[in-house]
């Protein structure tokens, strides 16, 4: 082969591969005696979540493949789709905002920030970004080069941007604040006299309505720009930790530690429905552009899809620990979802099939004693249709068979000549890591 290691198919399956053909087998290179560890093939195993055709979807978690190596706070994906952010914890060993390609989910860029990064927006444009990090405040950055536009020294548990790109809301222990954009200049503030801590916030797409969740329960409705509080919304019993606004700017989204899901009308705050099903906190909420799907995610470890308007539990999926985040694409066909482990992970939609698990080999522990990790390439062999693996590039060869197309997804036809059965798709990482 040119010269380079003879990669020979393993005739065991990965860890967590169904038992039914096809299965998904580990490559592994015989002359350099290099053998990927158990922690390495779930890799592709978590991220070849289930292979075409009806089967049943396969409850695959990230496990030990982590984008950070604390608790994921907040996710992002940039207006245009090609950029996935997380925020996560402060951490003397992580950079805790971190930017990933899309759809191959690669790790490009990473900044330093010195508190947990707990929320994030995007300017319309997708050329401004905020992010709130507690205590540590509000900070503007330009975007896609994540250069420092203002620093401002308020306490900020929740960020929202208006449509037009030039206000940005604040919300935090001391209320709610108003800054215009890029400046950081301060235009209005919302005591906390009027709005309790604030935890949560939602801002409609015509920048007329703010939304507010409080850790008293309670959420308020405001009119922009002059800040007039038209509606307190009571229903809620514990901590509102999560808002989010339907695409039509009519429909309202709440998620709270009473492990409730509630859902409004807007502007009227008229409730609708609750939705329930979590056994603990909910802590993440996200609704598709088309308004027809609702993501929830809670600190029972799940994910829930609901349909809507009628509030129907479509799909749950099992996370890997805590769900404190949850982003959704612009074309609404991928969910991202942040966890207390450190993993991200991509989903399709509305079916809930897990596709990657995002990997930042810094943040992947060193398990074994003395053992360094080295970088090199390694073949994978997956069932037509499967997600390919974070961080592979694949040229994919249906055997038998021609007419394999990848993108995001292994595509390969079935192939009905001779010997039969559907085509195989090789997947080959640029880099990955591995103990030597």
């Known amino acids: 082969m040119n010269g380079k290691p003879d990669d020979r198919l393993s005739n065991q399956p990965l860890p967590g591969s169904s038992k039914e053909e096809p299965e998904v087998y580990a490559v592994k290179r ?30 695959t978690t990230c496990g030990g493949t ?15 789709g090609l950029t996935l952010v997380s925020g996560s914890d402060t951490s003397s060993t992580d950079t805790n905002l971190k930017c990933w390609k899309l759809p191959e989910g690669a790790h490009y860029k990473t900044v330093k ?34 250069t420092s536009l203002k620093s401002l020294y308020n306490t900020t548990n929740a960020v929202a941007i208006s449509r037009d790109g030039r206000l940005v809301a604040s919300g935090g222990d001391s209320g709610i604040t108003l800054y215009s954009v890029p400046d950081g200049k301060s235009i209005n503030s919302f005591y906390s006299s009027r709005t309790g801590a ?10 007329e309505i703010l939304v507010s969740g409080a850790k008293d329960g309670t959420i308020k409705i405001w009119a922009l ?24 700017g009519r429909f309202l989204f709440s998620g709270s530690a009473d492990k409730s899901v509630k859902i409004w009308s807007l502007p009227d705050g008229r409730i609708l429905k609750t939705v329930t099903g979590h056994t603990d906190s909910v802590a993440a909420l996200a609704v598709t552009p088309d308004g027809r799907w609702l993501v929830s995610g809670g600190a029972d470890k799940t994910i ?33 979802s942040g966890v207390g482990n450190g993993s991200v992970q991509l989903w399709s ?25 080295a970088t090199g390439s390694v073949t994978y062999t997956l069932p037509c249709g499967s997600p390919i693996p974070a961080g592979a590039v694949c040229t994919c060869n249906c055997v038998p068979g021609t007419g394999c197309s990848c993108v995001a997804v292994c595509s390969c036809v079935s192939y009905s000549g001779g010997g039969g059965g559907g085509g ?13």
């Not at 920030?113 to 509000?138: E, H, I, N």
């Not at 604030?198 to 920048?207: E, L």
């Not at 939609?349 to 596709?355: E, H, N, T, Y």
């Open 30 to 59: 015989e002359a350099s005696g290099w053998r990927l560890s158990r922690r390495d093939l779930m890799t592709a195993a978590a991220a070849a979540g289930a292979a075409a055709g009806a089967r049943a979807q396969a409850q």
């Open 349 to 373: 939609l509305p079916d809930g099939q897990a596709r990657m698990c995002l990997l930042d080999l810094s943040a992947v522990p060193n398990t074994l004693t003395g053992a360094q990790y």
């Open 304 to 336: 829930k899809i609901w349909s809507l308007p009628d509030g129907a539990l479509a799909q749950t999926m099992t996370a890997a620990d805590k769900v404190n985040a949850l982003a959704i694409t612009p074309d609404g066909k991928t969910l991202a």
């Open 66 to 80: 982590l984008a950070h190596t604390t608790a994921v706070r907040s996710l992002l994906f940039s207006p245009d």
């Open 225 to 248: 720009p002059d800040d007039a509080l038209t509606a307190t919304l009571t229903d809620h019993t514990g901590q509102v930790n999560a808002l989010a606004i339907s695409a039509d």
């Open 113 to 146: 920030r010195y508190q947990s990064v707990l929320a994030m927006a995007f300017g319309p444009d997708g050329k401004t970004l905020a992010t709130g990090s507690g205590y540590s405040g509000l900070d503007l950055w330009s975007f896609p080069d994540i």
């Open 198 to 207: 604030v935890y949560s916030m939602a801002m409609t797409p015509d920048g």
């Open 424 to 436: 195989i798709c090789t997947c080959i990482p640029v880099t990955y890591w591995y103990p030597n």
